[in-house]
């Protein structure tokens, strides 16, 4: 099937992907020692990271309420996931090259292939879908008090299961997205975007009224928006190598 795709979501995604370009870059210039600043705990920054994520994750949950309500197949699904899956997997032999002692093991991409298979798996909860994402949010906090309190086993903070996110100490990584508390954002992106279709139309009218090319000023942003998953995987080794060669030059 041919699915369509909405003009403001792709804008959105192309959005956070030129705001993580400059925040990489900037990331760039420190681990190269031209830029003095600490990315891990100087608010400045992680609240800026924090940003990023959340918009990219709430527009990944919108991404999955179109491909459900446009009757995407889970073949096509499949596909997808594959290509993300894949891509969490070349990061993590990539940053192991790069930081072997805190390499990424479970990123924004591994996440988001298993946020993706639980926001298919549960778009028909509908409105629970809000409160479903309130209880993700609250396990953050929770989950030091059980930690402590014996309620959960201290099994939780390792490798092997850290990646759920029911943490009370935070693992050494270049990138760390576990489902608690990033669920959230996927499923309120989800639903926001169900509320949104049942009121403006389903999401094949809304494609086909957006068939005419977005406006002008936003047309870089929505091509990155479509080719976020490429553009992902090819920026840092082109900021990387830009920054090798003027150091250089």
Same mark, same amino acid.
């Given at each position: 099937?041919? &699915? ?16 993580? &370009?400059?925040?990489?870059?900037? @990331? ?17 920054? &992680? ?6 994520? !959340? ?28 290509? $993300? ?13 790069? @930081?072997?002692?805190? @390499? ?59 990646? $759920?996110?029911?943490? !009370?100490?935070?693992?050494? &990584? ?76």
């Amino acid at each position: 099937m041919k &699915t369509d795709r909405l003009h403001a979501v792709d804008a959105l995604r192309g959005t956070a992907m030129v705001w993580m &370009t400059v925040f990489h870059f900037c @990331f760039d210039l420190s681990n190269a020692g031209l830029l003095q600043v600490n990315f891990y705990r100087d608010p400045v920054w &992680t609240w800026q990271r924090t940003g990023i994520l !959340s918009l990219f994750l709430l527009c990944a949950g919108a991404g999955q309420a179109i491909a459900v309500a446009q009757g995407q197949s889970w073949p096509r699904f499949w596909r997808r996931w594959a290509q $993300i899956a894949g891509c969490a997997l070349l990061v993590t032999l990539g940053s192991a090259l790069m @930081f072997p002692k805190s @390499f990424i093991y479970f990123g924004v991409l591994h996440g988001m292939a298993v946020m993706l298979l639980i926001a298919r798996l549960s778009a028909g909860c509908g409105r629970w879908l809000w409160p479903m994402g309130a209880a993700v949010l609250a396990l953050k906090f929770a989950a030091p008090w059980a930690l402590a309190g014996g309620w959960l086993p201290i099994a939780f903070n390792d490798k092997a299961l850290n990646w $759920i996110g029911l943490i !009370s100490v935070k693992p050494i &990584t270049e990138d760390y997205v576990p489902l608690v508390p990033w669920l959230a954002l996927v499923w309120w992106g989800m639903a926001a975007t169900q509320w949104w279709l049942l009121r403006r139309g389903s999401a094949v009218q809304l494609a086909a009224s957006e068939a005419s090319r977005p406006a002008p000023v936003l047309l870089p942003v929505v091509f990155l928006g479509r080719w976020s998953l490429s553009y992902y995987m090819v920026h840092q080794p082109v900021l990387l190598a830009g920054l090798w060669l003027w150091q250089r030059a």
